[in-house]
């Protein structure tokens, strides 16, 4: 089955100061790969995806994502955090049974940005 | 992106109702499920619904308990029945137009079971 460990529940960083959010996932194939995020009571946004290709993904907001598949890795990277990416993010895996979008969330990261 | 709406945003049930939730994309789309997301926590796949047919439960969720339909391409429901507080929750529609294309989510239903 697949899975989605996302080890920090909660990191604060300073406004302008680079971010990494770690993700580590289980699954025995090629997993298709998203990072999502909510802000307080909203949906979820998607940030990005990975399904093939070059292993380096740009998303929406900044955000770049890079797939490493000899770690199960799949980390969310920003060069400068603005105050308005405080939310919480979401890495997701989808597979192959069932679709690429039937997904297993992680837990998710909290990010809170110091201004 | 699609437009999903979903309805309603937000409710207050009392235990032992049920309440029906909506959801509308503005296309037509190959794949809709319905995921939960309790307090503090991450989101949990209850299952994908099905045009024409039944749904495809996860499992610890059955039909009984929420029965999901989806009689066209932009239109699912998913009713939570004889809701206890434990029921209490965001219920999110997520919509896929093709079988292996990413997925999009509506704002979510936060429901209050008291």
């Known amino acids: 089955a697949q899975s989605v460990t996302q080890p920090d529940i909660h990191i604060t960083v300073s406004e302008g100061a680079s971010l990494e959010l770690r993700c580590n996932y289980s699954?025995?194939?090629?997993?298709?790969l998203f990072w999502y995020v909510q802000s307080p009571g909203q949906g979820l946004q998607l940030l990005l995806k990975y399904f093939s290709g070059d292993t380096l993904v740009q998303g929406i907001k900044g955000f770049e994502a890079e797939f490493k598949r000899s770690q199960s890795s799949f980390n969310l990277r920003k060069p400068s955090v603005h105050w308005s990416d405080a939310a919480e993010y979401f890495c997701?895996?989808?597979?192959?049974?069932?679709?690429?979008?039937?997904?297993?969330f992680g837990t998710g990261t909290q990010l809170k940005v110091e201004l | 992106s699609a437009v999903i709406s979903q309805k309603p945003s937000r409710d207050i049930c009392q235990r032992g109702t049920s309440l029906t939730i909506q959801c509308q994309v503005d296309?037509?789309?190959?794949?809709m499920f319905w995921y939960r997301q309790q307090p503090g926590q991450s989101l949990t796949l209850i299952a994908t619904a099905n045009q024409g047919s039944e749904a495809t439960y996860e499992s610890g969720f059955v039909i009984d308990k929420f029965p999901i339909s989806r009689p066209n391409l932009t239109f699912s429901t998913l009713t939570v029945s004889n809701m206890s507080p434990e029921d209490s929750s965001i219920y999110l529609c997520?919509?896929?137009?093709?079988?292996?294309?990413?997925?999009?989510f509506g704002q979510g239903t936060r429901l209050t079971v008291v």
């Open positions: 997520s919509v896929a137009s093709g079988t292996n294309t990413e997925a999009f």
């Open positions: 699954y025995g194939a090629t997993p298709y």
């Open positions: 997701a895996v989808g597979g192959l049974t069932g679709g690429g979008n039937k997904l297993t």
């Open positions: 296309s037509q789309v190959t794949m």
